[in-house]
């Protein structure tokens, strides 16, 4: 089962290495090398071939992982790309997921998908395409959400190029959210926009590529982490 949920894990800064892009042969020590280098969220895309083209993993995957992230003092990060995620929240959270983030577009009641997430025990987020107005999730009240994605690529695949104007997006945001409310970004973030990212408002950066791409993924973790917050390190 999840963990009890903690809207204050997802507060502080941090990057969350996507497994989308991790090798599936060696997933385990891939993410013991992020989590011995500092990771504490670890991200998960679920994608249903239906909401966007591929089709990637479900509520095995997070069993997978769940217990030695959880081990590590971390959390999971649940990405769900689909159609009608509400559907499949009560799956996800009991596979061991902590965060559990749905698409607007996704579904006719977002109220509802939000709520359905807090009821299973994990922390709710809520993401908006590049193509959806920040002013999209003006009516979804402060108090259901914990989090707000914002895609800065096309939902779908890994090793895309950052959308440039998922910067502004970021700032009108993070002006326009509660200070509790944490502000992830995902889609092309690597060495040359973790910065920029970092300083247009979000606090929470998923790396995929930037991360479990590089030969040495906890090391690539480590400078991922330094280039978006310098004054940290």
């Known amino acids: 089962m999840a963990t009890a949920a903690q809207p204050e894990r997802l507060a502080r800064p941090q990057i969350a290495p996507s497994i989308l892009s991790a090798d599936f042969a060696r997933l385990g020590a891939q993410v013991a090398a992020v989590t011995a280098a500092g990771a504490r969220l670890i991200h998960v895309d679920v994608m249903d071939g239906h909401f966007v083209p591929p089709i990637t993993f479900g509520a095995v995957a997070v069993a997978a992982i769940a217990d030695q992230v959880h081990a590590a003092g971390g959390g999971i ?46 922390t709710a987020g809520a993401a908006i395409n590049p193509a959806t107005p920040a002013a999209a999730l003006r009516e979804v009240s402060e108090d259901a959400v914990d989090l707000v994605l914002c895609m800065s690529v096309n939902p779908g695949w890994g ?17 326009a959210l509660p200070e509790q409310v944490a502000l992830e970004v995902d ?32 090391a690539a973790y480590a400078e991922l982490a330094s280039a978006a917050w310098p004054a940290a390190g």
Request: with cysteine.
């Open 77 to 122: 990060d649940v990405h769900l790309m689909i159609e009608r995620p509400e559907r499949y929240v009560a799956e996800i959270a009991a596979a061991g997921a902590d965060s559990i983030t749905v698409h607007q577009e996704a579904t006719p009641h977002l109220a509802y998908a939000l709520a359905a997430v807090r009821e299973a025990g994990c």
């Open 187 to 218: 889609g092309g973030v690597h060495v040359d926009t973790a910065l920029l990212c970092a300083e247009a408002g979000a606090n929470l950066l998923v790396a995929g590529a930037a991360v479990f791409g590089a030969a040495d993924p906890g």
């Open 159 to 175: 090793n895309q190029q950052l959308i440039p104007a998922s910067y502004d997006k970021l700032r009108r945001l993070r002006a």
